[in-house]
């Protein structure tokens, strides 16, 4: 097999997603559109998506944070019986954010795709599913 990002075989780097179930259709992914001081963890974490996007920790949930460089990446999930809190550095690049599309806007909602294309640091903009695609 051939080798994935950061050395890792091939095989485990396609399956990197399938640790929180990204491939599930009731996963609601809710990106912060704002920059997170990433030095906060598990608590410092959940106090933004409680109290600055309004939303729950549940199963169904996983946020996804950026630093101001976008160069880092956090995402938080909750599994049920505790937290998760998984980081991504960029050595290279920058990751692609999406911008607000109303002033105040705080949090956007993404599909599994969109974050998966977003994760291997694709720009979405102007990026749209060709007519043939199709959500499972």
Do not use: C
């Given at each position: 097999?051939?080798?994935?990002?950061?050395?890792l075989?091939?095989?485990?780097a396609?399956?990197r997603?399938?640790v929180i179930?990204?491939?599930?259709?009731?996963?609601k992914?809710?990106?912060?559109?704002e920059?997170?001081?990433?030095?906060?963890?598990?608590q410092?974490?959940?106090?933004v998506a409680?109290?600055?996007?309004?939303?729950?920790?549940?199963?169904?949930?996983?946020?996804?944070f950026i630093?101001?460089?976008?160069?880092?990446?956090?995402?938080?999930?909750?599994?049920?019986?505790?937290?998760?809190?998984?980081?991504n550095?960029?050595e290279?690049?920058k990751?692609?954010?999406?911008?607000?599309?109303?002033?105040?806007?705080?949090?956007?909602?993404?599909?599994?795709?969109a974050?998966q294309?977003l994760?291997d640091?694709?720009?979405?903009?102007g990026?749209?599913?060709k007519?043939?695609?199709?959500?499972?």
């Open positions: 097999t051939g080798r994935g990002p950061a050395g075989p091939g095989r485990e396609d399956r997603s399938e179930g990204l491939g599930a259709g009731a996963l992914i809710f990106v912060a559109l920059p997170q001081d990433l030095r906060k963890s598990f410092g974490l959940t106090e409680l109290g600055h996007l309004g939303e729950r920790l549940s199963r169904e949930a996983l946020f996804v630093n101001k460089r976008r160069t880092r990446l956090k995402l938080l999930y909750f599994d049920g019986t505790g937290l998760w809190v998984a980081t550095r960029l290279v690049g990751f692609s954010w999406p911008p607000r599309s109303e002033p105040n806007q705080k949090k956007m909602k993404l599909h599994s795709e974050l294309l994760l640091g694709v720009d979405m903009r990026a749209q599913f007519p043939w695609f199709e959500r499972a």
